[in-house]
């Protein structure tokens, strides 16, 4: 890859999974490592208890926590004031997803290349709000489960790039539990956001709080509550 370095990529297809039927959306879980183990088999049990569709769900994983391999203290981070930008890797890891990985799963599997979502938790929230603003066409759908955006924010609370879609959506989750600091930086995020003209702002845009939710344990509340906004046909609008 580009980075000069692999990462460990687990798909879990749709139980009745079809190559030749209707695409499938595909959800990319960022920290893979963690969260594909946990979200790629509740997603199944949403379909049961709740109609959700059926998706690819796909997990990002470096192959373990250390430090030697694990490099999302890199790959999350987005530009700030101050910040070196040999720091600041959001980009260069964004550019893998969309120009070498994603068009590997879209080319191998049933995938709907106009229903991707994208999750991340804390730190990898960061990269999902990143990738709305300075790539927002590319993911339908965005959940940045009790995000961590200090530093980082400067890139985030700016001016989007011009999206073309008027079917976006940006899921934010906040655990009741969670630090008082990330509560609070998730909460001017949406602030700031939904305080703005549509026609600066490409998606719409969702603040969910986790009852009793913590840092990260309540990853599947948070990844049920969003998704099912994503889906609900009940949307709030504007």
């Not at 879980?29 to 569709?53: K, M, Q, R, V």
């Not at 969910?208 to 990260?216: E, L, Q, R, S, V």
């Given at each position: 890859?580009?980075?000069?370095?692999?990462?460990?990529?687990?798909?879990?297809?749709?139980?009745?999974?079809?190559?030749?039927?209707?695409?499938?959306?595909?959800?990319?879980?960022?920290?893979?490592?963690?969260?594909?183990?946990?979200?790629?088999?509740?997603?199944?049990?949403?379909?049961?208890?709740?109609?959700?569709?059926?998706?690819?769900?796909?997990?990002?994983?470096?192959?373990?926590?250390?430090?030697?391999?694990?490099?999302?203290?890199?790959?999350?981070?987005?530009?700030?004031?101050?910040?070196?930008?040999?720091?600041?890797?959001?980009?260069?890891?964004?550019?893998?997803?969309?120009?070498?990985?994603?068009?590997?799963?879209?080319?191998?599997?049933?995938?709907?290349?106009?229903?991707?979502?994208?999750?991340?938790?804390?730190?990898?929230?960061?990269?999902?709000?990143?990738?709305?603003?300075?790539?927002?066409?590319?993911?339908?759908?965005?959940?940045?489960?009790?995000?961590?955006?200090?530093?980082?924010?400067?890139?985030?609370?700016?001016?989007?790039?011009?999206?073309?879609?008027?079917?976006?959506?940006?899921?934010?989750?906040?655990?009741?539990?969670?630090?008082?600091?990330?509560?609070?930086?998730?909460?001017?995020?949406?602030?700031?956001?939904?305080?703005?003209?549509?026609?600066e702002r490409p998606w719409q845009v969702r603040l969910i709080p986790i009852a009793g939710g913590t840092h990260a344990?309540?990853?599947?509340?948070?990844?049920?509550?969003?998704?099912?906004?994503?889906?609900?046909?009940?949307?709030?609008?504007?």
């Amino acid at each position: 890859m580009s980075l000069g370095r692999g990462f460990d990529i687990y798909v879990r297809l749709p139980a009745d999974y079809d190559p030749d039927g209707p695409a499938y959306p595909v959800v990319y879980l960022l920290d893979g490592d963690s969260l594909f183990p946990i979200l790629a088999a509740n997603h199944l049990f949403l379909t049961y208890d709740e109609g959700l569709p059926e998706a690819v769900v796909v997990g990002i994983a470096y192959g373990g926590f250390d430090a030697s391999v694990n490099r999302r203290g890199l790959d999350f981070q987005s530009p700030d004031e101050g910040l070196p930008l040999d720091q600041a890797g959001a980009e260069a890891f964004h550019t893998v997803l969309t120009d070498e990985l994603i068009p590997i799963i879209e080319a191998r599997f049933n995938a709907d290349p106009k229903r991707r979502i994208l999750f991340g938790q804390s730190r990898g929230g960061n990269l999902v709000l990143y990738s709305a603003v300075a790539h927002p066409d590319f993911f339908w759908g965005r959940i940045a489960s009790n995000p961590s955006l200090t530093p980082g924010m400067g890139s985030i609370i700016g001016r989007a790039a011009p999206g073309g879609r008027d079917d976006l959506r940006v899921v934010v989750t906040s655990g009741e539990q969670d630090r008082a600091d990330l509560r609070a930086e998730a909460a001017l995020w949406i602030e700031t956001w939904s305080s703005r003209d549509k026609a600066e702002r490409p998606w719409q845009v969702r603040l969910i709080p986790i009852a009793g939710g913590t840092h990260a344990a309540n990853a599947p509340d948070a990844y049920r509550a969003a998704i099912l906004w994503l889906f609900g046909e009940d949307r709030p609008g504007d």
